[in-house]
Each structure stands twice: as C-alpha cells, then as structure tokens.
C-alpha cells in the first residue's frame, strides 16, 4: 500500500487540509467569542451550517455517483478556497452575517468533497489494503486536528484572528494541487440504477428493527454526541471561565492525542473484553468524564477530563464500527452508513442549539450535569435491556 503514490496524496492532502480546517474553526470561535455574547445565537449561527450540509447531501450523492469523484474533489476543494474570502469579508467588516456565508459554503463543499473522498478510497488501494487505509485516514484527520488547534492556539497569541484564516487558505488551496496529482481509475459516468437496491433508506428500517443490536449500537452512537455536539460552545465558555485564549488549542490537542491513543489501545482490549463489554464501558466513562466538566475551572482537571473524553471516543467509535460492518448485510452498507451520517448531522444540530439555549439559561456547569446524568443513564437502561433480552452484539 505505501508504495501507492495516491495513498500518500490522500494522506498528505488530509493532513494539510486538517490543520487548514481546525486553524479555521478555532478563528471561527475566537471571532464569535468577540462579537456574539448570546450561546443560542452562537449555536445557530454554527447551525446554520450544519442544515445547509444536511440539506444538500442527497443531491451531492446523486452528483457524486454520476460524475468522475477527480472532478467532484477538484470543484469542491476550490469551493473551499474560495469559501475563506467570505471570512475575511466578515473581520474587516465585522458583520457576523459574513461569517454564516462562509459557514454555509464550506459546508456545502464539505458535501460534496468527504463523501467523494470516501468512495474515492476502494479505487485506489486493493481491498485486502482498505481496512488499514481507513484507519490511517482517521490517525492523519486525528494528528491534523492536534496540530492545526495547536497552531491556532500559538498564532492567536502573537498575531491577528486575520493570520488562521490565511493557513486555512494555503492548506485548502495546497490539498487542490494534491487532488490534481490523483490517478483514478473510473469510467466518465456512473448510471444510477433503478431497483430495489437503490430505493433509498426505506429498506434500512426493516432491517434495523430485524437486528436489535445494530439498533442498540445506533442510538449508543448518539450518546457522545451530546458532548460532540456541544464541544465548541464548551471550549469557548471554558476559555471564558479560565480567562485563557490559548486553552482553546491545548483542550484540542489533548482531547485529539488521547484519541488516537485509543484507537490504537482499543484492539489490545478487544482481545480480552467482550466487544459489548468495550462498547457499554467506554460509554459510560464518556457521561461520567462530562459529570467532570463541572469543575472547568480547574485547569489541571479539565484537560484530564478531555484527555480521558477523548481516549473513550477512540474506543468507543471503533468499536460501534466493527459492530456495524460485521452483522449488518455487505447489500445495506451503503445505504446504512449514508443514513447514519445523516442521522448524526441532525442529531448534531439538536445538540447544538439545546447547547446554546442551556448554556444561557443554566450556564455550563450545570448543562455538563444534565447531559452526564442523560448519557449515564441511557447507558444503564441499554445495559439491562441487552441483559433482559439477551441480545448478542458479534
């Protein structure tokens, strides 16, 4: 596999774009920290996003089955160069209007560009290699998003919210000259079928109702998102509450190595637990370590917090991914992991604007509370339930 030019340009392109990505999402919060004193209305204008994502994703697949995926990365990486000059627009004017532009059209690239990137990895590696291609995949976006918070957290000390905008540019119009590198093999166009096999997610109820441990394992999924969701509201009140700029890049720095730390620890462990037991325990640490978030005053414990946050996702994830491509049919992946990112999408939204509108009628000491005792009670209920039921999840 590394001797496959195409590998080390997905590779290296996701890691330039990573930190061009993550240099941009903490401007994005250092500028709304600034101008927007409202939670809620800092939870849609990030929501704004998001639902334009939601909104054109079946049309970005439909697009993306019929054209050249080259063609469709190519497009969609100027789209985000060009996504940036609205960013600039809204610090020179200050207009919070500008940044929802930018939100908007990144997003929408994003559409097209990851799910592109996705289908593009079966035609450039054989799939005796794309299990490991994948995992390499989510270290580099990993190591990117480490490296491009902490970037951003070093540039924001000594120069203008004007300078992280500028990385995301260069990254973005780096990882285009990458794209233009790729040697895909595809035919010019790629019919749809008319079928059953294309009916859309109709199919994928039945199935799901059929299996009740890949439908236990979904809505498990949904549980970190309640601390996903909210991630960068709380890293804004967080830096408020410590009166820190920089702790913004050190909470995702930390939070980003401790993953990655998991997903390597996480097969050591799979050898001697059983793959529920990995699931229900990394779950439950996941709402115990939001209960923690508490004491965010504290320096020291809220980056061991996120540190501990961070190494259960890396367990966690992995583990809901092995579930779902072993019990569910090879003739509904397809269909099943479009609708699960669709589900996270809207399920991601909820959580934000929910953030947004506890944290300001609350705060975010006790919003943590409520989605800790949330996530550890779910855990429990879904516990007994497996238990109750004897549901096997391998």
Not at 15 to 28: K, R
Not at 234 to 257: F, H, M, P, R
Not at 301 to 307: K, R, S, V
């Amino acid at each position: 596999m590394w001797r496959n030019v195409n590998v080390w340009i997905v590779l290296l392109g996701e890691l330039i774009a990573g930190i061009g990505l993550w240099s941009g999402i903490i401007g994005n919060l250092e500028f709304m920290q600034e101008k927007v004193s409202s939670d809620f209305h800092k939870s849609l204008i990030l929501a704004s996003g998001l639902l334009a994502g939601v909104l054109i994703g079946p049309f970005a697949g439909k697009i993306i089955d019929q054209s050249k995926k080259k063609t469709v990365l190519i497009v969609s990486s100027i789209g985000r160069v060009l996504s940036v000059l609205f960013m600039f627009v809204a610090i020179a004017t200050g207009s919070i209007w500008w940044m929802v532009l930018f939100l908007i059209s990144l997003q929408i690239s994003a559409s097209f560009y990851f799910p592109a990137l996705q289908a593009t990895l079966p035609l450039i590696v054989k799939q005796k290699e794309l299990l490991q291609l994948n995992g390499w995949h989510m270290n580099i976006s990993t190591i990117a998003r480490v490296a491009g918070t902490a970037i951003a957290g070093f540039v924001l000390v000594y120069w203008p919210i004007q300078s992280l905008y500028t990385v995301s540019m260069i990254t973005y119009a780096g990882l285009l000259v990458f794209t233009f590198f790729l040697k895909i093999e595809e035919k010019e166009k790629i019919a749809l079928k008319d079928g059953k096999e294309n009916s859309g997610f109709k199919e994928v109820f039945p199935m799901l109702l059929d299996n009740i441990a890949v439908l236990m394992t979904l809505i498990l999924t949904l549980i970190p998102v309640l601390f996903l969701g909210s991630f960068n509201l709380l890293i804004i009140n967080i830096s408020v509450l410590q009166d820190s700029a920089s702790i913004k890049g050190t909470i995702y720095a930390v939070e980003g190595v401790a993953f990655m730390l998991g997903t390597l620890v996480v097969k050591y462990i799979g050898a001697k637990w059983k793959i529920s037991n990995i699931l229900f325990t990394f779950v439950f640490v996941i709402g115990t370590a939001e209960l923690l978030l508490y004491f965010a005053a504290s320096p020291a414990l809220i980056l061991i917090t996120f540190a501990v946050l961070g190494f259960s996702l890396g367990c966690f994830y992995p583990t809901a991914m092995t579930i779902f491509q072993k019990q569910i049919p090879k003739a509904f992946h397809g269909r099943f992991f479009s609708f699960r990112s669709m589900l996270d999408r809207i399920a991601f939204q909820v959580v934000l604007l929910s953030t947004g509108a506890l944290l300001d009628v609350i705060g975010m000491q006790y919003m943590v509370v409520v989605f800790g005792l949330i996530s550890v009670s779910l855990t429990f209920i879904f516990v007994w339930r497996m238990k109750k039921n004897n549901i096997s999840f391998i």
